[in-house]
């Protein structure tokens, strides 16, 4: 997408009751961000979901600041918005049932990266723990599968650096903007991610670590992966999270 319609879908993320699943429904309809801007009221509400105090917002509300802001660190960063409708936004994502309208992606991705699996667990694993996810993650990355996961303490950690330590790609998906590493112990570590694989949020640059985005954050660990391993994980843990969207998403779930 051009500068301007990558601006107008950044607009359109900041009107208050516009998710992924609206975004995508306008789009569907309108066929580009822009013409969804210069759309009259009376056109909005003839998208399935926008009724009419909605359809107002899109049209007087839009943070144009907000959007160009993003676009100025976007650049300053080296970093790229991938949005859903690029050709290369993961194809396994897509098929979940609400992806994400945009992704702010640190490192790139690979065709590789459609045989991914998602590894997750506990921020407090026991060194029975450590030790299974360690060999797992060594033989599941010398079999060529792209390892998933939250950059978390614990087990993620663990995941993303035994996969780099076996020459395999790695993605970590964070419950921040990219500009804001949570832990922030592990900012070397998302580093060596972004050199083989890439680091990856569909929260905009400032966003904070609220405990809201983390478990929206795990269907996107899911929605990359072919299945899930749990290695450690407290029955109303973020990790049980993961596994139960992967059974949404009929994905297979170790």
Not at 209 to 214: E, I, K, R, T
Request: hydrophobic residues 45%; neutral net charge; glycine residues 8%.
């Amino acid at each position: 997408m051009n500068l301007d319609e990558l601006r107008s879908l950044l607009e359109l993320t900041t009107v208050p009751g516009i998710g992924p699943t609206r975004i995508r429904a306008l789009m569907a309809h309108f066929h580009s961000a822009q013409a969804i801007r210069a759309a009259t009221s009376t056109a909005l509400c003839g998208v399935m979901g926008i009724e009419r105090t909605l359809a107002e917002s899109i049209r007087q509300n839009p943070d144009s600041d907000f959007a160009a802001r993003q676009l100025e660190i976007l650049a300053q960063r080296n970093t790229r918005l991938l949005t859903y409708w690029d050709d290369d936004y993961p194809a396994l994502l897509k098929k979940i049932p609400d992806p994400p309208a945009l992704l702010y992606l640190n490192g790139a991705l690979s065709s590789q990266d459609q045989n991914a699996l998602a590894i997750v667990g506990t921020r407090a694993p026991t060194q029975y723990g450590k030790m299974v996810a360690e060999k797992l993650t060594a033989d599941l990355a010398g079999r060529g599968f792209t390892i998933v996961s939250g950059l978390a303490r614990g087990i993620d950690t663990i995941a993303h650096r035994t996969a780099l330590k076996n020459g395999s790609r790695t993605l970590a998906i964070l419950g921040s903007g990219l500009d804001v590493m949570y832990p922030a112990e592990n900012e070397k570590l998302a580093h060596e991610i972004v050199a083989n694989g890439a680091v990856i949020s569909e929260y905009p640059f400032g966003a904070k670590p609220d405990a809201v985005n983390f478990p929206r954050r795990n269907r996107i660990i899911s929605g990359l992966a072919l299945c899930v391993l749990v290695v450690e994980a407290g029955l109303e843990s973020g990790a049980m999270i993961t596994a139960n969207l992967a059974l949404e998403h009929n994905r297979e779930v170790f």
